[in-house]
């Protein structure tokens, strides 16, 4: 039997069942697909045709969002087609433009990143991250309980109400060598949690035990990532999924992950209640925008 991604019923009324399975999942597979999350299907759908849309602006009107040059901004437009693929060349590159923009809290939004046209792009997007908390609410109460800790602690410690949420919009137009190409290449997010939904085009692949294994397309589930936020504050107990994206020749693919990030100057650690004379931390406590730091940049944590 083929290995697949967990599916997770979002709806099951039994929350210690639900609580095992989520529990489960982030510590062996670090991703897996909820269904049943309440999020509207229409919601979704606005969220995809107003992102496409974009996307399908002729180049100037989206490069006018382009991500400011400093390497502290992430927000804004940006393109990473390689331009040329030789045939020696057999690194795989990324094959991707795309679209940052922090749909959450209302404080930290820049609406001059949020793209004009089309005009619904605002309404769709907000209407999505509304839908979105109950969503992270739910989730983020479960994963405390798999932990043992009380419901609101894994939110608390990760920014509580200011726990930001990135929307990336990933754009990955056919690619004539795939084989030359990858997506978006193997990472882990540094988020605490990534939520995706990918329209349906194959193309997610989820590392486990060495093994790449494809995320099926079940319309309108969410994609949940644990990221390494959730690894360190759990002490390692959940698993930041490695994962990467192929590309297609002949098919465009785009992904809506949204990453739920600490505020930058906010502390992230283990959780001090998971740590003691037995269960040593195994990562440092450091603040949330130091960490990007590091890893952007390549450097020991
Ligand atoms: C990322 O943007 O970090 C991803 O991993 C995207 C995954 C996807 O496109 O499904």
New binding site residues.
């Given amino acids: 039997k083929v290995l697949e991604v967990p599916t997770i019923d979002f709806s099951d009324p039994d929350e210690e069942k639900l609580t095992v399975q989520i529990t489960e999942a982030s510590s062996n597979w670090g991703m897996y697909q909820i269904v049943n999350h309440d999020i509207p299907s229409e919601v979704i759908s606005k969220l995809q045709a107003v992102g496409k849309e974009f996307f399908e602006l002729p180049q100037e009107e989206k490069e006018a969002y382009a991500k400011p040059p400093d390497p502290g901004s992430i927000e804004g437009y940006g393109t990473k087609l390689f331009k040329e693929i030789s045939e020696g060349d057999i690194t795989k590159k990324g094959w991707?433009d795309?679209l940052f923009n922090k749909i959450w809290p209302p404080s930290v939004i820049n609406y001059q990143f949020w793209p004009k046209n089309p005009p619904s792009y605002r309404e769709a997007n907000e209407e999505y991250a509304k839908h979105m908390h109950k969503v992270v609410e739910k989730l983020f109460r479960l994963l405390s309980l798999g932990l043992g800790l009380e419901g609101q602690e894994l939110k608390k410690a990760a920014g509580g109400d200011n726990l930001e949420y990135l929307l990336?919009i990933?754009y990955?137009p056919p690619c004539p060598r795939p084989d030359l190409a990858l997506?978006?290449v193997a990472?882990t997010?540094m988020s605490t949690v990534?939520i995706?939904v990918?329209n349906d085009v194959q193309?997610?692949q989820a590392c486990k035990d060495g093994r790449w294994y494809d995320?099926k397309y079940i319309p309108n589930a969410l994609?949940i990532?644990i990221g390494d936020q959730m690894e360190i504050m759990s002490n390692g107990k959940f698993k930041s999924v490695l994962?990467?994206?192929t590309v297609n020749k002949d098919k465009t693919?785009?992904?809506w992950?949204v990453?739920l990030e600490p505020p930058a100057d906010h502390v992230v650690g283990p959780h001090p209640q998971l740590v003691n004379a037995v269960n040593q931390p195994k990562y440092k406590t450091k603040k949330y925008g130091d960490y990007v730091y590091c890893k952007i940049n390549k450097l020991p944590q």
Wanted: aromatic share 8%; no cysteine; charged share 15%.
């Fill in positions: 991707v795309n990336k990933n990955y997506g978006v990472h997010d990534t995706l990918p193309g997610l995320v994609v990532h994962h990467r994206t693919r785009i992904s992950p990453f």
